[in-house]
């Protein structure tokens, strides 16, 4: 009998952890009630937004007139990430998800990025796209997987929490578009060029030329090339405004 206890009680003790560790890993805090719609003026910081008072919620709060319907100007790679997330929609806090359209110009490309807090899945609305993704670094001597696929119009990808990934528009002569949604009300954005030569302050050519492999001079060229680029088309590069800018001066096209 103490071994079936024991045994019992080993077992329970095992789904527990398991539970809990599930809970730790998931990417937003499930919420505890109906909603909980951000108070984006609360002075009070949390992970996440505090909520607003339920009885001042309505409709709007889980609203927005965002026309992603309609087609949207890129930017100087040829993308356009318009993005719906918690600050676009209140109510999406505690929620985990949110959704963006991508526009791609012909030869144009969602650039090398992750989305540190979200898994994505991409669905081609128009077009051809081709993308892939690379897996983290692997025991010596495997090297880093990488996985790709050409996509037509209907057909799905998904792109596994965290890592690497790009969409890129094959067709010289046709735009393409996409929908993409993500499983974080904020699943943020790391593109990958930006974030290693486009730093601010910029991490050491030193560092870097080491790190790539490459002459410092090398570095000393892509930093503020990409540093002059990123300035003038913004984080955001995709916003009309400051995309003609970025066409005028950087010699970007359509």
Known sequence: KDQMASSSSFLLLAV???????????SDPSPLQDFCVADMNSPVRVNGFVCKNPMEVNADDFFK???????????KVGSN???????????????????????????????????????EILTVLEGTLYVGFVTSNQPAPNRNKFLSKVLNKGDVF?????LIHFQFNPNPHKPAVAIAALSSQNPGAITIANAVFGSDPQISDDVLAKA????????DWLQPAIARGFALCGADGWLPGRWRVCRSRAGGGD
Do not use: C
């Not at 527990?16 to 998931?26: D, E, H």
């Not at 965002?66 to 087609?71: E, G, S």
């Not at 600050?87 to 540190?116: E, F, K, V």
């Open 16 to 26: 527990l952890l398991a539970l809990v560790s599930w809970q730790a890993t998931a």
């Open 65 to 75: 007139a965002a026309a992603l319907d309609k087609p949207r100007v890129t930017n």
């Open 81 to 119: 990430v318009t993005l719906i997330n918690v600050m676009q929609i209140a109510g999406l806090n505690t929620l985990g998800i949110s959704i963006a359209r991508i526009d791609y110009a012909p030869l144009g490309q969602n650039p090398p990025h992750t989305h540190p807090r979200a898994t």
């Open 158 to 162: 998904v792109f596994p929490v965290g």
């Open 212 to 219: 790539f492999q490459v002459e410092k001079n090398t570095i």
